[in-house]
């Protein structure tokens, strides 16, 4: 997280973190964990803890170590081609559905997901929170949970940023309706905050609550615009899909 | 040995009987006669009362005569100084002397011989009931035409006992009604009627007759009614005094009717019928009975009926409703079995909530369901009260037997992210 503040699991306790790479995903529920597909594209079991703010050894032998039972990837998410940097995120989306339910409580607790309706569109602007332990503008990666409010904008900026070392050319990246471009100068998610949520108040309710409009996806750099997943373009696969797979309930 | 004649002769006699000497004979005849003693010569030193020497004749410890001084016949053509006649057959002679300085009395000479006794008039008490008959040496007794003599030979009684009565419905009399009844019997009467039915008397007060009783309230001749462990009577007077219709509760009921020597009266009828047995209209709780009657009797089935969450219970299996019968003795059937209210069991537990623990599971009991707030919410917002419901099970009015779903709250940190302004 660039630009952002320590934060506290408490503060996002939806945030699950992935080890090995290091990313992020948002808990929707009970059994099922929403995130990048590229978190996931190559790692079909992937080693998750939640309700940690800290990373320390100490810390994730105290956390809650999820278990995945499988992963699924959007099936229009293509896959990587390892000879060239990849430049299309689109559908970068997947859900991992966890062996066992996970028991909520203060630092365990689900995000919820966008309505469908037109209040959740979002517009330049809205402010959103992101969250995570990727690098910042000091470190690599950091031990301790990190959050940022960080504006939405127009898809057409994040389509202006320039690499300062291109690995491809800027007519390459791929950027559609299913993203969200979102940042600010110095305010932006980056490498090992992927898959985790970019959330934004639930329209027109009187307590503060928070559904998760974005996944972090990708950016051409860090530190000022960063591209998101469009979780709303997603809510019908994401029902359909755990529906599919939800075995039989087991209260 | 008893003998038919004998002598009695004091000490030494004719010669004077020596001092001092008490000497008894027991005279005894046979059987059902009496004894006739005489003297023919006393020669007893005189004292007042006889109190010095005498003759004693005692019967039955009774002393009867005592003699003493010198007697002569009365009678120039009888030899006899004194007689005595007893009705019984036995009798002691006593001779009784004491020291005595004066002249010499040779004593006395008694003969006894066995007579005759007519038991028939001899006596205060009649020795037979009807009809005595004397001859020598005893008697016998005999009785009227109907009348048969009992076993202890003295009795006369009519022969009334025997008769049973089966049919359903029937008429009983004493004998000779209304004619005045036989002394001296007893009459013994069953009503037999098969199981199921009750033996139901009624008697017209006036049907009834019979020696009133006596100042303390015994009853000389008696009607008495006997079913099973309940007896009702004895009955007397004139006119019945007892209830004129007697629910015996039975289906036998024994009939005696007791007549003592005197007092006969015109005696009395009655009627009975046999009732079926009824049995009583309980009123069970929780059940309804079918078909519902006012009154149930013998052999009558019912369906009770548990009303809605209760059930009957038999072992380890449960059902709604049960037959009972009524039976002969008038009790029902499965009289045992009760409806009781249904048990629901200790209700289901459900991830991330929790139910109360209910002070009993049975049919009516409310219990809510909670999830754990404020991480999980109830997925129905009515979905937390279930009631025991009559087929056993705990049922909410919106998810049926479904348990509630306890969702995890979305959306809602413990805390505030605070983006610090710089």
Same mark, same amino acid.
């Given at each position: 997280i ?18 090995h ?20 594209e ?7 803890y939640?309700?940690?703010t800290?990373?320390?050894l100490?810390?994730?032998e ?5 278990y995945t039972?499988r992963v ?17 995120f ?9 062996k066992d ?8 607790s ?28 000091k470190?690599l ?16 900026t994040?389509?202006?940023v320039?690499?300062e ?17 979102a940042?600010?100068?110095g ?13 934004f ?8 609550k ?12 860090c530190?000022a ?10 809510v019908?696969?994401?029902l359909?899909t755990?529906?599919?797979?939800s075995?039989p309930?087991?209260? | ?7 009695i002769l004091? %000490?030494?006699?004719?010669? !004077? #009987?020596?001092?001092?000497v008490?000497? =008894?004979?027991? $005279? *005894?005849?046979p059987?059902?006669f +009496? ?10 030193? %005189?004292?007042?009362?006889? !109190? #010095? ?5 005692? =019967?039955?410890? $009774? *002393?009867?005569?005592?003699?003493? +001084?010198?007697r ?9 100084i ?12 006593v001779?009784?002397?004491?020291f005595?300085i ?11 011989t ?19 008959n ?12 109907e009348y048969?003599?009992?076993?202890d030979?003295?009795n006369?009684?009519?022969?009334c006992?025997?008769?049973v009565?089966?049919?359903l ?8 009604y ?8 007893r ?8 199981e ?6 009624t ?12 100042s ?11 079913a099973?462990?309940q007896?009702f ?14 629910r015996?509760q ?6 005696v009717?007791?007549?003592?020597l005197?007092?006969?009266k015109k005696?009395?009828k009655?009627r009975?019928h046999?009732d ?7 009123s069970?709780a929780?059940s ?6 006012a ?20 072992g ?7 037959y ?10 499965n009289?045992?079995l009760k ?9 289901d ?5 929790k ?15 909670t ?7 109830m ?22 037997i ?10 809602v940190?413990t ?6 302004q710089?």
């Open positions: 660039f630009g952002g503040q320590p934060a506290k699991i408490e503060n996002f306790p939806w945030q699950v973190f992935f080890n790479p290091t990313a992020g995903g948002a808990l929707i529920n009970e059994y099922w964990v929403l995130t990048a597909a590229h978190v996931v190559k790692n079909s079991d992937p080693s998750m939640a309700g940690i800290a990373l320390r100490a810390d994730l105290n956390a809650q170590r999820l039972k699924i990837i959007h099936p229009g998410w293509k896959e990587d081609d390892d000879l060239n940097p990849r430049t299309n689109d559908n970068d989306i997947a859900l991992v559905q966890l339910p996970v028991k909520m409580g203060p630092k365990f689900p995000i919820c997901l966008p309505g469908t309706s037109s209040e959740y569109n979002l517009s330049p602007g809205d402010m959103g929170l992101i969250s995570g332990w990727g690098r910042t503008e470190r990666h950091v031990i301790n949970l990190r959050g940022a409010k960080v504006p939405v904008t127009s898809l057409e994040c389509k202006q320039k690499e070392n291109p690995t491809a050319r800027p007519e390459d990246y791929v950027i559609t309706d299913n993203m969200i471009c940042g600010e100068k305010v932006d998610s980056c490498k090992g905050d992927s898959g985790g949520a970019f959330a108040q639930v329209p027109n309710v009187k307590a503060p928070f559904y998760v409009a974005g996944l972090v996806s990708w950016g051409k750099k530190g615009y960063g591209v998101y997943t469009k979780v709303k373009n997603y019908d696969w994401i359909k755990m529906q599919e797979n075995g309930r087991k209260d | 040995e008893p003998t038919m004649h004998g002598e004091s %000490p030494n006699y004719p010669q !004077a #009987y020596p001092n001092d008490v000497k =008894s004979w027991d $005279i *005894e005849v059987e059902g +009496g004894i006739h003693l005489y003297f023919t010569h006393v020669d007893i030193e %005189p004292s007042e009362s006889c !109190a #010095y020497d005498s003759v004693q004749i005692i =019967s039955g410890g $009774i *002393e009867e005569g005592r003699l003493c +001084g010198q002569t016949s009365k009678s120039p053509n009888s030899p006899i004194e007689e005595f006649q007893f009705p019984y057959n036995k009798l002691q002679v001779f009784t002397s004491d005595s004066e002249e010499q009395f040779t004593g006395f000479a008694a003969y006894y066995a007579i005759d006794v007519n038991e028939c008039t001899d006596f205060t008490d009649v020795p037979c009931s009807h009809f005595c004397n001859f020598i040496g005893g008697y016998f007794c005999s009785c009227p035409p048969f003599l009992h076993d030979m003295r006369c009684g009519v022969n006992s025997g008769d009565f089966t049919a419905i029937g008429e009983i009399s004493s004998p000779n209304p004619n005045p009844y036989p002394e001296n019997s009459c013994e009467y069953q009503i037999q009627l098969q199921g039915f009750q033996v139901v008397v008697m017209q007060r006036e049907d009834f007759d019979v020696e009133p009783a006596d303390e309230g015994n009853c000389p001749d008696s009607l008495t009614f006997a099973k462990n007896q009577g004895p009955y007397c007077g004139d006119g019945f005094p007892g209830p004129l219709t007697i015996t039975s289906n036998t009921l024994g009939i009717f007791q007549t003592d005197m007092g006969q005696g009395w009655l009975y046999g079926p047995i009824s049995c009583p209209k309980e069970t929780n309804n009975w079918e078909p519902d009657k009154k149930y009797v013998f052999k009558d089935v019912v369906k009770i009926t548990c009303v809605d969450g209760f059930e009957v219970v038999e380890h299996v449960s059902s709604t409703s049960y009972s019968t009524c039976q002969s003795d008038g009790q029902w059937s009289s045992g409806c009781q209210p249904v048990y629901c069991g200790i209700p537990p459900i991830a991330n909530g139910v109360e623990e209910p002070e009993n599971s049975v049919f009516g009991t409310v219990i809510h369901y999830c754990e707030e404020p991480y999980y919410y997925e129905h917002e009515e979905g937390g009260e279930y009631r025991c419901a009559a087929n056993g099970r705990w049922v909410n009015d919106q998810l049926g479904e348990l509630p779903r306890c969702i995890p709250v979305c959306g940190p805390e505030p992210f605070q983006v610090q710089k």
